[in-house]
């Protein structure tokens, strides 16, 4: 029965041509059709260049973009599909009511801590990462205090679907 409020949908649902073909009815012969790199319909009439929102500045030669301020481990959460790589110690003591990286979207790039130490992270929502589908590797997280009494909460990552490696919490 249609209540004119909408549907509701998981987002991954939402970026598949199925939803809108099989479900929903959208003409994909004549008026509507599939943008693969934007995950998402768009009139045949009309189509766009899907350019995807790429962190401030540029990647080095290998491809990651360089970490060496709080701000700019903040923006992880912004781009969790790129490759980053920690080129300095950083002290998170002084962040107040820090909030997980990523947010409710997965991190699926690469986080790369080259060895270096992130000090002092304070969390009551969790650790460094709330929801790991990627890979993070070579990293020490220490003097780390995080409130565990929620559930699936850890100091590198609140939930690890991906890879994690040479990484440890103190």
Same mark, same amino acid.
């Given at each position: 029965?249609?209540?004119?409020?909408?549907?509701?949908?998981?987002?991954?649902?939402?970026?598949?041509?199925?939803?809108?073909?099989?479900?929903?009815?959208?003409?994909?012969?004549?008026?509507?059709?599939?943008?693969?790199?934007?995950?998402?319909?768009?009139?045949?009439?009309?189509?766009?260049?899907?350019?995807?929102?790429? $962190? $401030?500045?540029?990647?080095?030669?290998?491809?990651?973009?360089?970490?060496?301020?709080?701000?700019?481990?903040?923006?992880?959460?912004?781009?969790?599909?790129?490759?980053?790589?920690?080129?300095?110690?950083?002290?998170?003591?002084?962040?107040?009511?820090?909030?997980?990286?990523?947010?409710?979207?997965?991190?699926?790039?690469?986080?790369?801590?080259?060895?270096?130490?992130?000090?002092?992270?304070?969390?009551?929502?969790?650790?460094?990462?709330?929801?790991?589908?990627?890979? *993070?590797?070579?990293?020490?997280?220490?003097?780390?205090?995080?409130?565990?009494?929620?559930?699936?909460?850890? *100091?590198?990552?609140?939930?690890?679907?991906g890879e994690m490696?040479?990484?440890?919490?103190?």
């Open positions: 029965e249609d209540n004119w409020k909408g549907r509701v949908v998981p987002a991954a649902e939402t970026q598949a041509p199925e939803l809108y073909i099989e479900e929903l009815g959208w003409d994909f012969s004549s008026v509507w059709q599939w943008d693969d790199a934007a995950q998402r319909p768009v009139l045949q009439g009309n189509p766009e260049e899907y350019v995807a929102p790429k $962190p $401030p500045g540029d990647p080095n030669a290998e491809g990651f973009y360089e970490i060496d301020s709080v701000e700019d481990l903040q923006q992880v959460t912004q781009y969790p599909d790129e490759q980053y790589v920690l080129t300095s110690d950083l002290d998170l003591s002084q962040i107040e009511g820090w909030e997980p990286l990523g947010g409710l979207r997965p991190f699926t790039g690469e986080f790369n801590g080259n060895g270096h130490t992130l000090t002092g992270l304070t969390s009551e929502h969790g650790g460094l990462f709330n929801i790991n589908n990627g890979a *993070i590797y070579d990293l020490a997280v220490t003097d780390a205090e995080v409130d565990l009494a929620g559930g699936r909460v850890g *100091i590198i990552a609140n939930v690890n679907n490696h040479t990484v440890y919490t103190t």
